[in-house]
Every structure is written in structure tokens, then in C-alpha cells.
């Protein structure tokens, strides 16, 4: 219920920036408020979600910089936890801060003329659930687009390494700021991505990976703490996972429909609007990754996430082009869109978001 109300609530703010005529004060104070709600609603949480155990024993149990330093997290998560315990020793202090991170990288990013705030926030509520060390490495990635938009690559490698010191997988997207400056037609990216659901649904990539993984698990020479999360990876039940059919029907027409969508609109709109091509090639990039990992390789799909951003800005783009009907019909795909997702998610893995638990139920809390 709790997860419920809260995407009505941003559905309604989504309702207002896309039917009202508001100022850029207001749509700025919306954006605001949108974020303060995510911001209370994840960082005030407690016991919830798996992986809560683990996070929450590593910020308790910790003491000393050599204590958070003897784990296999990355080097930012490690500083901001002892840093933060440092200041006051307290987890939803921390969470505070940890989400406030994120909301302001969310915040930088879609406070701007051409990006639908409210859709941004509603499809990330809906997509990418509640916040871990990926989240602000996302967060941050999706703030360096502009970087590759305006050819900064400077800027770029610099946020890109942040992104990484919260999440080793941020590096994925390094190379690409060379791919989507490379001038490639859509029907070569649109054939690529049509490989890829060969390639992956082929299973070519299977005996790849497990042996490369393998090589570094086993071999001395390897990283340990790389060595440590594959070990985790491949042990894990949730690793062998095959997608349904039915599932991968849905996935497959949803993309197909969201691509002839952006194909259609580019072609009428944006034939040479550089922003709206770079976010193209980022969301069929990452549909790629996606397609390719899929199945027992699903672990590794969880690399879209770095690109599935770019959604937001193509919507966002095509609304402000739309009037009346065409922009009442956008607004109503992606309120179902977002959902679906929200439901799809929340069905497929329950314990990540049941029961939502607050500080406040102090019968069931015991507030560390």
C-alpha cells in the first residue's frame, strides 16, 4: 500500500507538469517535492528489503577505517560509512545522507527545461526500487549523459570514476561515450539489437562468461575481491534463473513498441537533435547488454541499468512535442508502463520490498 500511494502521488505531480501550464518556479518546487517524498520514504525505512542485513551489519559492526576497509564493498561506500558512523553512529542518519545523495544527483540531472521531472521520478520509483550502492552509481551516470550530449570527456571520465567508487559495474559505460559519438545508422543499431536477442536467447555467451569467471576465481593472480562477488554471483540460486517465455514475450513487444515509437517521433521531431539521438543510441545500447545477458546470464542484464535512463529523456523530449490527444495518450502509456513495472518487480522479488517497515513502528523497530 505504502509503495502504492506514493506512485499516486507522483502520478498526480506528473498530471500537473504535463496538462498545466506552470511556471519553471513551480515545475522546480514540484521536482522538490517529489524528491523530499523519495527521499523520507526510502531513507526512513528499516528492515526492509534481503539485502538489509548485510548493509546495515557492516555500517554496525564496524568501527575503525582498517574494519570498513576488510570488506568487499568499493572504496566510496567504505569512506562514506566510516566517515558518516564517524559523525553519528546512526543507520537511518546514514540512509538520510546516502539517499539524499541520490536525490540530488536526481535532482541536477532533471531540473532542466527539456526533461519531464515528474516522468524521470515516477519511472525511476517504479524501475529501480529501493536504494543501494547501484542506485547512486546509476544516479550519477545518468547526471554525466549531458557530458557525452556536449562532447566533454573530461567531465565525462571524471563522473564515470565517481560513479565507480560506489559500484564497480558504473565502468560498463566508459567506452560507450566513443560509441555514441560514432555517427551509426539506425537501421545498423536497430539489426544490432535483433543480434543480440539471437546471440542471447542462443546461449553462445553461456560457456564465455563461466569460464572467464572461472579464470578468476581461481586463479591467484586475480583480484580477490572481484574473485569474492563471482564466487557470491555464480553460488547464488538467483543466478541460474530462466525468464519465462510469457515474460520474455511482453519484455520483447514493449521494446519493439518503445523503438518504433522513438523511430517515428525522431524521424517527424528530431532527425538533427543531437540530445534526442545520443539518448537513442544509449537506450538501444543498453537493450543490447539486456539481451545479450538473459537468462541464466540475467545477473549481468542488471548492466541496463546504466542506460534504461535514457527512456525518461526520450519521453521526456517527445511530450514537448505533443499536444491534446497525442500527449494524453503518452501520459497514460507511461502511468501503465510504470506500474506494470512497479507490479512486475515487487511480484518477482517480494522480500526486497515486504514489509515495508518505518523508524516510527517502534513495537517492531528496535532503532539502532
Known amino acids: 500500500m505504502a509503495y502504492t500511494l506514493l506512485f499516486i502521488f507522483i ?41 538489509w542485513p548485510s548493509y546495515y551489519g557492516f555500517f554496525k559492526d564496524n568501527f575503525s577505517l582498517s574494519d570498513f576497509m576488510d570488506s568487499q564493498f568499493e572504496i566510496g561506500y567504505v569512506w562514506l560509512n566510516f566517515i558518516l558512523k564517524s559523525i553519528y553512529a546512526n543507520y537511518t542518519f546514514f540512509l538520510l545522507i546516502f539517499t539524499g545523495c541520490i536525490t540530488y544527483f536526481y535532482f541536477k540531472t532533471f531540473n532542466n527545461v527539456r526533461v519531464h521531472s515528474q516522468l524521470a521520478i515516477l519511472y525511476l520509483f517504479s524501475t529501480v526500487g529501493t ?136 524521424k517527424k521531431y528530431f532527425e538533427r537533435d543531437v540530445e534526442f539521438n545520443i539518448y537513442f543510441k544509449i537506450y538501444i545500447f543498453g537493450l543490447i547488454l539486456s539481451r545479450l545477458f538473459i537468462g541464466p546470464l540475467s545477473e549481468f542484464a542488471r548492466f541496463n541499468n546504466y542506460f534504461s535512463g535514457a527512456t525518461i529523456f526520450l519521453f521526456s523530449l517527445i511530450l514537448l512535442k505533443q499536444v491534446s490527444l497525442k500527449k494524453t495518450l503518452i501520459f497514460l502509456l507511461m502511468i501503465v508502463y510504470s506500474y506494470s513495472k512497479l507490479v512486475e518487480t515487487h511480484s518477482k522479488y517480494p522480500d526486497l520490498y515486504y514489509p515495508y517497515l518505518t523508524i516510527f513502528e517502534t513495537e517492531r523497530v528496535n532503532v539502532y
Open 11 to 51: 502520478s498526480i505531480l506528473f498530471s500537473f507538469e504535463t496538462f498545466l501550464n506552470i511556471s519553471s518556479t513551480l515545475k522546480k518546487n514540484l521536482l522538490k517535492a517529489s524528491l523530499i517524498s523519495y527521499l523520507l520514504f526510502f531513507a526512513l525505512r528499516w528492515r526492509t528489503g534481503t539485502d
Open 131 to 266: 536504494p543501494i550502492r547501484q542506485t547512486l552509481s546509476v544516479a550519477i551516470i545518468m547526471f554525466a549523459y549531458k557530458y557525452v550530449v556536449e562532447k566533454r570527456i573530461l567531465k565525462f571520465l571524471i563522473f564515470t570514476l565517481i560513479a565507480s567508487l560506489f559500484h564497480r559495474s558504473a565502468l560498463i559505460f566508459l567506452p560507450f561515450y566513443f560509441l555514441l559519438n560514432i555517427k551509426i545508422s539506425d537501421t545498423k543499431i536497430v539489426v544490432l539489437y535483433f543480434l543480440s536477442i539471437l546471440i542471447g536467447n542462443s546461449g553462445i555467451l553461456n560457456d564465455f562468461v563461466l569460464n572467464f569467471a572461472s579464470s578468476i576465481i581461481f586463479n591467484d593472480s586475480g583480484s580477490e575481491v572481484m574473485s569474492d562477488k563471482l564466487t557470491t554471483i555464480f553460488s547464488s540460486s538467483e543466478f541460474v534463473r530462466e525468464i519465462s517465455l510469457f515474460s520474455q514475450i511482453i519484455s520483447l513487444s514493449t521494446s519493439f513498441a518503445f523503438i518504433i515509437i522513438f523511430l517515428w517521433t525522431k
